[in-house]
């Protein structure tokens, strides 16, 4: 039985498309940093010449949530909720959890937060950060991403299967290969694709294919694995080279399970020049 046969993955938040990437890259980038230690190595936004900052308005969904920073850059922190020249008084690195103190939906939507030593606002958008706190997967080839603390892992002969420790409701598969090919057809047997569109992963443009399993399928049926088949399945594949490619799998029940799906393509990064090229990016000197 091929190992693409035997893939089952995990979900999260629905995708970016390369259009609305494009967009909202001078927003992420303006509030995404490097470590807090190492601000001088992160791009800076361009001020803007005036600011209207609205009232804070508490949000009993978010106000006294955790989030952890999904951003393989970090999170810039700001004085105040404005992407203005001098107002960044540090940063939160990937992996980095704090609370929010507050949320307001003017300028794009802003967290003001505490974390261990350093509060401040911090752009809300969900590419950069999510509410729970998630542990850090690293592999041996530099791969790395973050999953819910709640949830574990386990190396199957595809590559690396994500679980919760609790209940079998949905899972995610992280799988590297020497070429898209490797991976066979989109899907998994037995679904059928709803829709595919691209989507932009720590700068490479893959594709994202949501799938939903067909009642009336009659194939082969795929090896068993340590979790159930669920109705929905979104697949990512992306293509670093010409001898390196990855699959980022996700099985889930419904749409509301797709958070967990999100964080794992955010806060991907691996060892390729697009996805660390913002790190070694020269800092630009804003001017007021």
């Known amino acids: ?5 035997r893939r089952l993955t995990r979900a999260g938040v629905p995708a970016t498309t390369v259009a609305a990437f494009a ?17 001088s190595r992160t791009a800076s936004p361009k001020p803007t010449s005036a600011v209207v900052v609205p009232t804070t308005s508490p949000t009993p969904a978010l106000v006294g949530s955790t989030r952890t920073v999904l951003s393989p850059l970090g999170l810039r922190v700001h004085s105040a909720p404005a992407l203005v020249a001098g107002n960044v008084i540090g940063g939160f690195s990937q992996g980095r959890s704090f609370n929010v103190l507050a949320y307001q939906s003017g300028g794009g939507g802003w967290f003001h937060v505490q974390g261990r030593t350093l509060a401040g ?9 999510t509410a729970g706190i998630f542990n850090t997967y690293s592999e041996a080839n530099g791969v790395t991403a973050l999953y819910p603390q709640t949830w574990g892992f386990q190396q199957e002969t595809f590559g690396t299967l994500f679980v919760p420790q609790q209940g079998t409701t949905d899972s995610a598969v992280l799988e590297t290969a020497s070429s898209l090919k490797t991976f066979g057809a989109g899907g998994l047997p ?19 294919g949501y799938y939903s399993k067909e009642a009336s399928y009659t194939g082969a049926t795929p090896a068993p694995l340590p979790v159930a088949r669920q109705p929905l399945y979104a697949e990512i594949r992306l293509r670093f080279d010409s001898t390196q490619a990855m699959l980022i799998g996700f099985n889930y029940q419904d749409s509301g399970q797709l958070d967990v799906f999100s964080a794992l393509y955010n806060s991907i990064a691996f060892p390729y020049p697009l996805c660390e090229a913002p790190l070694a990016a020269s800092t630009p000197t804003p001017k007021p």
Do not use: E, F, N, Q
């Not at 039985?1 to 046969?5: H, I, K, Q």
């Not at 911090?122 to 590419?127: E, Q």
């Open 1 to 5: 039985m091929p190992a693409r046969a």
């Open 23 to 39: 967009t909202g890259a001078i927003v992420l980038l303006a509030a995404c940093a490097g470590v807090p230690s190492s601000p």
């Open 121 to 129: 606002w911090v752009v809300a958008d969900p590419a950069l950060t």
């Open 190 to 208: 037995g679904y059928l694709a709803t829709s595919v569109t691209p989507l932009v992963v720590c700068g490479y443009t893959g594709t994202l």
